[in-house]
């Protein structure tokens, strides 16, 4: 196992608009694959890599997402919850439970996704980032899917660049250091996008690629593509 790190962020607060009607009952990152929730999948690979704090945050059904996961003694993790009134999006989200996640660095993935990523990688990110002022943040990118062809941010030895050569995409998958989000006021809508941008262009935010599987289970298309693939490795 890794060294332990104090703090992971999960976010659920999403509405799964593009889920619907499975969503209308059910938050999405409570729907199954492979007989489990998405949120205990990443839940169980968090404490298996050494995270010993999760901090959920929750907006649309957010009360079912707390019965379900409960205090974190199921992994031998502690779970706390940053309940928002309607979804403050990722940046955000993430500012208004700094105080909840109480590290200089962590770690946060996105309950709308599934991989084979090993979270003991981001596990390594966020001790990296503790000890490298000079870095803000750690992003892991995948192969372009055929929803994101464009791709997002491009790699280059190791960091995210604003090259305009091929660009990958976004996993869902980061570590962030905890002054990227001290001054957004809590509570306010934020997008992650542009404090990512301005880090990047600042030569501040670190990268990799991960050629394994990943998906975003963004609709229920894709939430059947992800219970195949299971099914055909359990074969």
């Not at 957010?62 to 993790?77: F, K, L, P, T, Y």
């Amino acid at each position: 196992m890794t060294e332990a790190v104090s703090s992971a962020m999960v976010l659920a607060a999403g509405r799964g608009e593009r889920m619907r009607p499975l969503t209308d009952h059910t938050p999405k990152s409570l729907l199954k694959v492979g007989g489990h929730a998405l949120i205990e999948h990443h839940l169980s690979k968090l404490a298996r890599a050494g995270f010993g704090r999760v901090v959920i945050n929750h907006a649309h059904l957010g009360e079912q997402i707390v019965s379900a996961v409960g205090d974190g003694s199921r992994w031998g993790i502690t779970i706390l919850f940053s309940a928002e009134r309607q979804a403050l999006e990722t940046a955000g989200g993430i500012a208004n439970a700094l105080s909840l996640l109480d590290a200089q660095a962590f770690a946060v993935v996105n309950a709308d996704i599934f991989s084979d990523y090993d979270y003991a990688k981001l596990n390594d990110a966020v001790l990296r980032l503790a000890r490298n002022p000079e870095n803000n943040a750690h992003l892991v990118l995948v192969d372009n899917p055929p929803h994101n062809k464009v791709g997002d941010f491009a790699l280059k030895q190791g960091s995210i660049v604003t090259d305009s050569g091929a660009k990958l995409t976004f996993a869902g998958l980061g570590a962030y250091r905890a002054s990227m989000f001290a001054s957004l006021p809590a509570g306010a809508k934020t997008a992650l996008a542009p404090i990512l941008r301005a880090e990047i262009q600042a030569g501040h935010v670190s990268g990799e690629h991960f050629g394994g599987y990943w998906a975003d289970v963004g609709t229920p298309e894709r939430l059947d593509l992800v219970n195949k693939y299971l099914e055909g490795r359990s074969k």
